[in-house]
């Protein structure tokens, strides 16, 4: 079987060290760098199945190299580590590309558990060329990560993509918040944060606001659906 290969990138040598010793232990091969810099010159050198890095680094910060990597490939998945734990920190993080975020102190068995189901994911996603999901004249192509409303081409973050699909893969279903924080998010639903009501908002701006038919409807109290169907 072929090896699971992390990069983490954290300029906290202590830290580094220690998660590279607890995901050694736990069957992943694992690369180190102290900064940026060196981080984007490692992802270059080798095949990564994942990238941990933190925000505050030297040479090139987090959310920088977070956008790099991902202008590279798109399907890599990418935990942000760091002691920002506003809403903004976050929504920043998932902009440039992250898949989720870890606040420090963190317990090392919960990054065990959203590296697995990361990985899981991305493993799961091995679709055949130009498979589509569709509702009304909105096309998204899982292949080539491309969304297309009518004729237009919608560029979306990753965190947005990620919601789009969840949301077309449950057309003309309402969806629950604790649904999609724990689908698109992977965590459990916190009450206290509306960081789903504001990426709902982001996408409504971009592939509804702009067209006379609205896809995303919100049901009070229930969630969310996109709507194929007029009635």
Known sequence: MEETKILIIEDEQKIADTLKVGLTENGYHVEVAYDGKIGERLFFLHDFNMVILDINLPGLNGYELSKIIRTHNTNIPIIMLTSLSTLNDKMEGYDAGADDYLVKPFEFRELLVKIRVLLK????QNIPVGNLLKAADLCMNLDSKEVKRGNDVINLT???FQLLEYLL????????????AVNVWDIDFDTNTNIIDVYISYLRNKIDKPYDRKLIQTHVGMGYILKENDR
């Open 121 to 124: 994911r991305t493993m799961n």
């Open 158 to 160: 990753a965190k947005e």
């Open 169 to 180: 893969r449950n057309k003309n279903k309402v969806v629950s918040r604790a649904a999609i």
